[in-house]
């Protein structure tokens, strides 16, 4: 073996590529092939990223297994506060599953961060490289990089997001659904503590998210027709700040914008097939999902885990097998598509305006709020 030649080769490193470089480092020889180059970043007061996750207690686990956890300042989700447009609501409560978080709040960069240094010395990092062209042979995979450097790899790994070149190089089909609206995200200073509580409404112009961060900050995304999301990005910090408040009833008083205003836009998003001969597919490249349940990147790390589960217990054989590769589809299958439907189905319930549904999907929230049981089914499976 020469250093052009790898067990796994990751394109993208992304939280998920990254991480499952590092879920795989003890056992295989992986490189790992990111296009941007990375900086440390500033953690100054006034410097937070507007993309914030939240980290499900699953992926906590994870990433502590790997020893990318906990990122610098993490915030926590004790409670959560869940509003419908016509009075429903429904309440969730850490302690009701004896826990001591519901899910942390993370910025994307000091995560990334976090797991970038973890990897030092453990991976061969190539970064920033562009790919050039990729050949799947029935031994292994080639890949040449735009500079004229070959590696090869028994698997090929498309971590490299919604947009995926290796997807696409494979021929793998990717069928998308937009929703025509935008998740705008920004972060905010608040007039009264949050109490580490996230508070969601869905109304009429949208879902709209405040997720708790460290001290008296919050970060939001709010899910929204592309028109209306055009029109909060163009308005001034002090503004929006006051839509943002308005819209959320007050409930911490008046806010103040620390961060510009950013917006993606919203898919649902399938790969026809999440492997192929030599290749798996992880994370955004595999699926992308409604942010309203703040799970895309849970379930790109869940992807991540069972890969790396899969291909650890099998030390010395071909990471490119066909059988393990569809041990890894088939065990993913079940996970993505029940959190794609649940998000979907949300979204299209509190989206239509038929005057019928909105006491219907509020009474639903009522009732779900005060039967126990079922209320206890709903969090074991949002927060694990
Ligand atoms: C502004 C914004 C806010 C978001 N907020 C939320 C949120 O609140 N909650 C949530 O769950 N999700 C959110 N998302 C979605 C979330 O970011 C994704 O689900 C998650 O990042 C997927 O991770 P990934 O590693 O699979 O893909 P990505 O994060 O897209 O990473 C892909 C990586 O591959 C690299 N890459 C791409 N092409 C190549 C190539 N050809 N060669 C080499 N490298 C390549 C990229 O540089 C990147 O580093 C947000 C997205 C955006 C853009």
Redesign the pocket.
Known sequence: MNNTDFDIAI????????SLALALASNWRVVL????AQQAPSYADGDWD?????ISPGSQAFLRTIGAWPPVRPGWIRKMDVRGDAGGAIHFDALDLAADALAATVE?RSLQATLWQALANRVTLISP???QSVEFGADSVQLRLADDRVLNAKLAVA????????REQAGIQFSRQPYHQC?V?ANFTCERPHGDIARQWFRTDGILAWLPLPGNRISI?WSTDDDHAVKLRAMSSSDLANRVAMAGGRALGDLHCITPA???PLSLGRAAKVTGSRLAL????AH??H?LA???????FGDASMLASILNASPGRDPGDAYLLARYARSRAEDVLRMQMVCDGLQKLFSLQYPFLSPLRNFGLNLTDSAGPLKRLLMQQAFR
Not at 33 to 36: D, F, K, N
Not at 159 to 165: E, F, K, L
Not at 294 to 300: A, R
């Open positions: 394109v993208g490193g992304g939280l998920v590529g990254a092939i990111e296009r941007t507007n993309r914030i996750y939240a994307n490289a562009e790919m971590a490299d997001g919604a947009q995926s070149w290796l998740g995200v995304v950013a917006a993606f992880v994370g955004d490249a992308t999902i942010p703040g799970q895309g990147v849970n379930l790109g």
